[in-house]
């Protein structure tokens, strides 16, 4: 039997339609029922593996997976020693600090002995870093832009796209922390089989990618 080579896509929220759409168009074509974990292609020798986008990295470096999409901002946070290899032009979007609309803000210097609330400790802790500031992070997981209306932070850092969510929770985006879009990670010991076919896909989302432009 020869290789497949095992791609990790979303199971559901903002990257899996796209995630889908991207390898159906590479020509490979599967089934995602609903509730399926793991799905076998026609057309191109893959396995399709449906998982949160959080797990995805490790997955990856784990070599449970060969290669997977995630968001970049995941693929950063999670520090896994895995690759890059193409940046796949769909769900932009970008990392900021917000604080209260009404606060002053005179630059990051103003983060000073503050605490920010994020999903994303990694990604703000080398941010501070680099800008020499010392905050105290607070990480939660989810509804981030309620912390400073509710006396735990004093500001935030999470992922904005329109900028609505900061508007309706009464903040302000201050500092662009990082830029994101989906990308294609991978696995650092692909054997020689399996790297064949990943050149052959990369190929294809060139192709595709390249064609919408
Ligand atoms: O269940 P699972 O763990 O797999 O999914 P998830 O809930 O962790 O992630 P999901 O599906 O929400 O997002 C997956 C990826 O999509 C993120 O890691 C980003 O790379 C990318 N992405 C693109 C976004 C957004 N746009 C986005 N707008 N991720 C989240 N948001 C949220 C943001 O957290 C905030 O609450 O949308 C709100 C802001 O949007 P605006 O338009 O109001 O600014
Ligand atoms: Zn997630």
Redesign the pocket.
């Known amino acids: 039997m020869s290789k497949k080579i095992r791609i990790a896509v ?7 339609e796209q995630s889908v759409k991207l390898l159906k168009e590479c020509g490979l074509s599967f089934s995602n029922g609903p509730n399926r974990l793991k799905t076998e292609t026609y057309n191109f020798p893959a396995e399709i593996l449906f ?5 995805i990295p490790q997955y990856v470096e784990d070599n449970v997976a060969d290669i997977g999409i ?5 693929f950063i946070e999670k520090q896994k020693d895995i690759s890059l290899i193409e940046r796949l032009d769909f ?3 970008r990392l900021s600090i917000a604080v209260p609309r009404e606060k002053d803000y005179e630059g990051i210097a103003s983060i000073n002995g503050k605490k920010i609330a994020t ?1 994303y400790p990694n990604i703000v802790q080398q941010f501070l870093t680099e800008n020499n500031i010392t905050a105290e992070i607070h990480e939660i997981s ?4 309620i912390a400073p209306g509710i006396g735990l932070a004093d500001a935030i850092c ?11 929770n009464g903040l302000k985006e201050v500092e662009t922390v990082m830029k ?3 990308v294609l990670i991978a696995n650092n010991t692909l054997d020689a089989e399996t790297q064949v076919l990943l050149e052959k896909l990369i190929f294809r989302i060139k192709a595709v990618n390249t064609a919408k432009n």
């Not at 989810?142 to 832009?145: A, D, F």
Request: charged fraction near 30%; charge should be negative; include cysteine.
């Open positions: 979303q199971k559901s929220g903002r990257l899996q998982l949160r986008d959080d797990d995630v968001g970049e901002n995941v769900s932009k979007c999903s989810g509804s981030v832009e999470d992922i904005v796209s329109t900028g609505s969510t900061l508007l309706s994101s879009e989906a």
